[in-house]
DNA sequence: CATGAATGAGACTTCATTCAT
DNA sequence: CATGAATGAAGTCTCATTCAT
C-alpha cells in the first residue's frame, strides 16, 4: 500500500552499500498480492485478469509470473496471504482466559467482526468453493490452523459444562459451522440478500443488531435449560 | 409451454412413429437450460464455456443464440427458471394451517430440506453474490416472490407472540436472514468446511443430526423464556 | 408503403373467385424491394443485415429468398428499381423543346433536383462503386438507359453551337460527367464535408445557392466567350 | 516514434548482422497499417476481414489488437494516417506567392493530381461517408486542418477581386465544394460511370483532358465577366 | 404460398503466457 | 531484475441460408 518503491529504499541499515537497492523483490511481491487479492476477490478466479492486475501493479506482467509462476499459483499465493492474514488476530483472543459464556460471546463476537470487515477473506472463501475448495487444498498452512478454533470451542464446551452452564450434547465442530454460517452469509450473500428484500444485511445500521442476535441466539443454543 | 417433460414422448396415438419430432422448440429450450443450469452451477458465469454447453446439447450453439441471445441471457434464463422451480414447491407448505411451534419447525425443515437437495440452486446464489447480484436483479420473477416468505414468518412470529410462546422483539427479515444462513452456509461452503475439518457438512450422515439442531437453535431463538 | 396486406384485397376485377386472394406477391415484392432498398441504401451491400430486412418486411426471410434468391439477387433487384424510378421522371423533361441555354438550365436543374431529393439513389451508386460496379453492370436496363442523357446532352450543344452560343470543343460525356459530379458529390459526400467545414452541403438552406450556383458554373462553361 | 521509413534499416554500423530486428513495434504498426489501408479501402468497413489484413501483414491477428484494439480502432487509425499523409503534400504549395489566376490554376490542379493519384483516400472518403462519417469525427487532426484549404481559397479570392480578375460573390467553401466535386467525382464513380458509358473517366488518356477542362470551368466560374 | 426453427462457416475478440532486449 | 513486444489457442457471437411443417 505504502507505494513509490523503485527510487527509495535508501539506507540499507548503515551497510554501506553503493548499489542502492533499486529493486526490492519483497515489496514487489508484496504489492503484486495485494493488488491481486483485490482483482481475485471482485471478479473470482476465472473472471480476474492477469492483464488487470499487472496494469495496478508497480511492474510488470512478467515479475508476476517470475515470483508466482502462473495465474492460479498467484491465486493460491493470495489465499495463503488472507489466511495468514487472520492467524495474527486470533493470537490476540485469549478465549481460554474468561468464563465459559464470555468466551463464548468473546469468540462470536470476534467471528462476527472479523467476517464483517474482511469482505475479501468472504468472498475468497465463497469463490474456493466454486472451484471446490481445490487450490486452498493445496495451501500448506490451512489445514493445520483450523484446529485451533475446533480447540478452543471445545475448551469453552466442556468448561460449561463442568459448571452446569452449557448442556452436553453439542458438538464443537457443528457448532463452528453455526457460528460461521451466522456470520459469513450476511457478507458473503448480502448482495442477492439485498435485492431481494431491499435491505443490505451488511449495512452499517444492522451491524450492532445483528451482532446482538447472533451472539444471542447462539448462547441460547448452548445454555442449559433448566 | 404445454411441457412435455423429459421421459415422456410416449403414446403416439398408438402409432408407431419413428420420426421423433425435430421442430420441438420447448424442447429444444428446455435441453438448454437444463445443460445451462449445470454447467454455470459448476463453473461460474465467467467459467462456464458456451462451446462446452452447446457440446451437451441436442443442438448446436447457434440456437443457444437464438434463443436466449447471449451468455448473459442464458444465464439470466437459468437463474429465472430455477427462481421458478421454488415457487412450485413453497405452495405445497401451508405453514398457515399449523400452530406456530409447529409452523416455524415446518418452514425451517422445508428450507433446510431445500437447500440441501438443490445444490445448484445454491451455487447460482453464490456466483450471483460474486456478481454483485446484477444479474438477478434483471430478473423480473425475482423481486416479487421473497416478500411471501416473509409474510408468512410475520404470520408465524405474531400468532406465537399473541400465544405467549414467542418473545416480541424478533424482527421476520432478520430471523429469515438466520433460516437461510443456516441451512445455506453447510451447502455453499462445504468444501473449504470439508477442507479445513475433515468433515463434509452436507454429508448425508450428517444431515439429519444438522436438521435437529438447526430446527433447535431456531425454536430457542424465538421462544419467549419463562 | 401502403401495409396491411394479407387480409385485405377483395374483389378481384369482378371475376368470380372464392378463393380471396389472401397473398399478393407483387404487393409483397415490393414490400421487400422498399425495405431491402432502405436498408441496403444506409448499410451498404456488407453491412446490410437479411434478418433487419426481414423484420421490417410484412412476410418472412423465407420470402425473401423466394423471391430474389439471395441477398445480392436482392441488391440487384433495388438497383434495377432504383433506375426504373429515375427513367419514368426523366420522361417528363422535354429539353429538345426548348432553347439550348434554357435547355441546359433544365438539364441541369433536373439532375440537381433529382440528386438532392434522392439521397438512397445517390448512396446506392456510391455503394456500387466500393463493389467496383459489379452488380450494376449486370443489371440489364442500367447500360441502355444512359445514353439517353448523352444524346440530350449532344443535341443542345449542337443546337447550341449553331445557334453560335456555345463552344464546339465540349464533349457531351465530359459535359455529363461535370454536372454529375457538381450535382452528385455534394449529397454523397455531405458527411464529410460537414465534419470537415462545420457545414453539411446538403442542407435546405443552402440548396438553392448551389442550384444557381451549379447551373452558373456550367453555363458559363459551354458559353462562347466573345 | 523516431521513425524509420520503410526501405531503410540500412547500415549497421559496417558490421553485416543477419539479425532482422524481430523486435520493431514501429515498423509493425506501420506494416498493419499498411495493409488495413488496402482492404479498408477495397472492401469498406463492413466489408474489411481482421484475418485478411492479418494474413497479409508480418505478424499475426493478435498484434493488430495489441496496437489498435478493434477492427474500428484500426479503421480510424487508417483515416488518420490517410489525412496525416496529405499534410505534408499541402506544405508544397505555396499559392500565396502566385497571383491570383496562376495560383487558383494550381490549387485546382493540385487538388486534380492529388485525387487522381490517392484513390485510397477517394475510397475511405467515399467509405466513411456511407458511414455518416461518424470515424473520422473522432480522428483529432480531421477537423483542424481542413480550414487550412479555405484560407487558401479566400486568400486567392480577395487577391482576384482587388485585383479586378475575379467577381466578388463567390463563397470560398462552396468553391472548395465545387473543387472537390469535380475532382472527385471522376475517381470515386468511376466504376458506375464507366459502366454507363463504356469509358473510365478516371483513365490516363482522359487525365489530361479533364484535368484541362476542370481548371478552364472554375477560372470561368471565378472570372469577372467584361 | 408461408413460416418459425435450425444451422455450418466464419466473424471479431480475449486469454494466459513467453520471448528478445 | 526488469520490460515492452509478441503469440497460439480458444472464446463469444453473427452471418446468409435452408429445412420441416
Known amino acids: 500500500m505504502k507505494k513509490g518503491s523503485k527510487a527509495a529504499e535508501p539506507d540499507t541499515n548503515g551497510i554501506a552499500s553503493d548499489t542502492r537497492r533499486k529493486y526490492d523483490p519483497e515489496q514487489t511481491k508484496r504489492n503484486i ?15 480476474a485478469r492477469v492483464d488487470a492486475i499487472a496494469e495496478r501493479t508497480n511492474t510488470t506482467k512478467r515479475m508476476l509470473y517470475y515470483y508466482f509462476g502462473s ?43 472479523y467476517h464483517d470487515r474482511q469482505r475479501d477473506f468472504v468472498r475468497l472463501i465463497t469463490i474456493e468453493n466454486i472451484h471446490g475448495a481445490k487450490y486452498v487444498e493445496q ?18 464446551l466442556s468448561r460449561g459444562i463442568a459448571a ?17 454460517s451466522l456470520c459469513f452469509h450476511r457478507v458473503g450473500n448480502r448482495h442477492t440478500f439485498g435485492t431481494a428484500f431491499g435491505r443490505d444485511p451488511s449495512h452499517p445500521r444492522l451491524r450492532a443488531r445483528h451482532r446482538a442476535m447472533i451472539v444471542d441466539a447462539v448462547l441460547r443454543f448452548v445454555r442449559k435449560e433448566d
Chains 1, 2, 3, 4 share one sequence.
Do not use: C
Open 164 to 180: 452446569g452452564l452449557f448442556r452436553s450434547d453439542v458438538d464443537a465442530i457443528d457448532l463452528h459451522l453455526m457460528i460461521s
Open 33 to 47: 498480492l495485494d493488488v491481486a487479492t483485490q482483482e481475485f476477490s471482485a471478479m473470482g478466479l476465472t473472471g
Open 71 to 113: 495465474k492460479e499459483g498467484l491465486y493460491q499465493a493470495v489465499l495463503e496471504k488472507v489466511y495468514g492474514d487472520i492467524r495474527a488476530l486470533e493470537q490476540d483472543l485469549h478465549v481460554s482466559e474468561l468464563d465459559p459464556i464470555e468466551g463464548m460471546r468473546a469468540l462470536v463476537e470476534f467471528t462476527f467482526d
Open 139 to 156: 495451501v500448506k498452512s490451512f489445514k493445520g490452523r483450523n484446529v485451533t478454533v475446533i480447540h478452543t470451542i471445545e475448551d469453552l
